[in-house]
Nanobody
């Protein structure tokens, strides 16, 4: 059974760091584009960052602070979040796009989704 499991969320003070993990089971991440999305209370879900074997993308709101990476041996994708701000507070989700490239990937093209992990940044 294909599954994505996020971990690493929590409560952190403004300026702090967290590293989120997205572990895949039941399928191989190789060949997929893997993206992180987030949804804050009362707001729509937004794309944060994406990685594939051919390209990467990062939202302007987190560029320079968040870094996406992948470990194919562990079938896991990471999101290193530094210099966190209260406006980064959200539930963070990872998702996969079988198209295989970040360019053109969007929420509607994602097939597998994780359950989400809460990130709360206090001021």
């Amino acid at each position: 059974q294909a599954q994505l499991v996020e971990s690493g969320g929590g409560l952190v003070q403004s300026g702090g760091s967290l590293r989120l993990s997205c572990a895949a089971s039941g399928f191989d991440l190789d060949g997929y584009a893997i993206a992180w999305f987030r949804q804050a209370p009362g707001k729509e879900r937004e794309a944060v960052s994406c990685i594939s074997s051919s390209d990467e993308s990062t939202a302007d709101s987190v560029k320079g602070r968040f870094t996406i990476s992948r470990d194919d041996a562990k079938n896991t994708v990471y999101l290193q979040m530094n210099s966190l701000k209260p406006e980064d507070t959200a539930v963070y989700y990872c998702a996969t796009d079988p198209f295989g490239a970040c360019a053109g990937s969007k929420e509607s093209t994602m097939t597998y989704w994780g359950q989400g992990t809460q990130v709360t940044v206090s001021s």
